[in-house]
C-alpha cells in the first residue's frame, strides 16, 4: 500500500519522517522518493536482519536517511538524540514550539522477509527452529516459552491472541506433545496442533502461531506504546499512518484514536464539560484497504487496513 502511504502521510516534502517499522525498506523507500532534497527519514526496525536488507535497498537515500534498531517501547529515547540534531538542521523545516516530526508510518505484524526465513520460525509451511523473536538478541524464543508456560495460561494466550474457539483442545495437544518430547521446531508445533485434527485447517494454524509471535514479541503491548511515542513525538499537522493486519492491532488504534478525536470524557448528562481535554486528533479520511491488484501481486495484503491521522494544533513552518 505504498501509494496510498505516501498520500495519506506527507504534508511537508523537505520535514523529518519516521518508518517505525521498516522491514525490508520498501515503504521507506516510497517515502523518500515522495520528499524533497531537504526531506530526511528516520528509519527504524527492532529486527537487525531486516535493517541490513532495508540499508542495501536504500543506499542511493544514504544522505537523507539514518537507520535506527529498536523496538517501540524505546522509539522516544532512541530516536531523540538524532531528531535534535536534524531538527536543527537549517535546511530541514521546524514547526512552532521546536516541534518534531511531520510524519511517522507503522507497518505492523510480521513481515513478508520474516515469514520467508524458515531459520526465524515464524511459518507453519517452512520447517525451522521455533524461535519467532524479531530481535533475535532480546527475548524467550517460542520453544522456551512452551516448555514453561502453564496449559491453561497457553489456553488464554491461543484464546486472545489467536482467536481461536478450540484453544483448550489445542493448548492440551500441544501440552501432551512436549510432555513426550522437546518441541524445537515449526514441524514439532504443527504436528502437536494437528493431533487435534489431521485434516487441521490451515487458518487454525496460522491463528496458533500468530498467537505465540504476539505473545513472544509483546506485540500489542509493543503497539501501545509505540503509539504513545508517536502522539509524543508528531508535530502539529503531523500525520501518523497505521496499516493493521487483524483485528486485535486495528482495534488498539481505533479505540486509542476514537477518544483522541473525543477529547471531552464528561458524562453526556453534564451540562458543560467539566475535564478539559480537547481533541487532540482528527482522522485524515476513511480507513482504506489493498487494491485488488496489491492483493494479486502481494495475498498478505489482503487483510491489510491503513488508518492515518493527523495531530491538531497550529502549524507554523
Known amino acids: 500500500m505504498a501509494q496510498e502511504v505516501v498520500a495519506g502521510l506527507i504534508v511537508d516534502d523537505d520535514g523529518v519522517y519516521i518508518d517505525v517499522t521498516t522491514g525490508g525498506g520498501g515503504h521507506s ?5 515522495a520528499l524533497g532534497s531537504s526531506g530526511h527519514l528516520l528509519a527504524c526496525d527492532r529486527d537487525s536482519a531486516a535493517m541490513n536488507e532495508a540499508g542495501r535497498r536504500l543506499a542511493p537515500h544514504s544522505g537523507r536517511v539514518i537507520f535506527l534498531q529498536c523496538a517501540f517501547s524505546s522509539l522516544t529515547r532512541s530516536a531523540a538524540p538524532h531528531l535534535r540534531r536534524l531538527l536543527q538542521a537549517p535546511d530541514v523545516r521546524v514547526a512552532a514550539g521546536g516541534a518534531k516530526v511531520s510524519g511517522m508510518l507503522f507497518d505492523l505484524g510480521v513481515s513478508s522477509h520474516q515469514i520467508d526465513a524458515s531459520e526465524r520460525g515464524f ?11 524479531m530481535d533475535r538478541n532480546a527475548g524467550v524464543p517460542a520453544g522456551q516459552l ?35 518430547v522437546a518441541l524445537n521446531s515449526t514441524a514439532d508445533l504443527t504436528r502437536a496442533i494437528e493431533m487435534t485434527n489431521p485434516q487441521m485447517p490451515n487458518k487454525t494454524l496460522a491463528r496458533v502461531f500468530q498467537a505465540l509471535r504476539i505473545a513472544v514479541n509483546d506485540e500489542l503491548g509493543e503497539l501501545e506504546r509505540g503509539l504513545d511515542a508517536a502522539i509524543e513525538l508528531l508535530r502539529p499537522g503531523g ?6 493486519y487483524h483485528s486485535l492491532e486495528d482495534r488498539i488504534v481505533k479505540q486509542k484514536f476514537v477518544r483522541l478525536e473525543k477529547g471531552c470524557i464528561c458524562p453526556p448528562a453534564l451540562p458543560a464539560c467539566a475535564c478539559g481535554l480537547v481533541p487532540t486528533f482528527r482522522s485524515a479520511g476513511k480507513r482504506r484497504r489493498a487494491t485488488e ?14 488508518r492515518v491521522y493527523e495531530k491538531l494544533g497550529e502549524v507554523s513552518v
Open 29 to 33: 523507500e516510497a517515502i523518500l522518493l
Open 123 to 133: 511459518s507453519y509451511h517452512r520447517d525451522g527452529p521455533l524461535d519467532m523473536r
Open 146 to 180: 512452551l516448555a514453561q508456560i502453564k496449559e491453561s495460561d497457553l489456553v488464554g494466550l491461543i484464546f486472545r491472541y489467536g482467536e481461536e474457539r478450540n484453544a483448550r483442545r489445542i493448548a492440551r495437544s500441544i501440552c501432551r506433545a512436549r510432555d513426550e
Open 239 to 244: 500525520r501518523l499512518a497505521v496499516i493493521a
Open 293 to 306: 491488484a496489491e492483493i494479486e501481486a502481494n495475498p498478505r495484503a489482503r487483510s491489510a487496513v491503513l
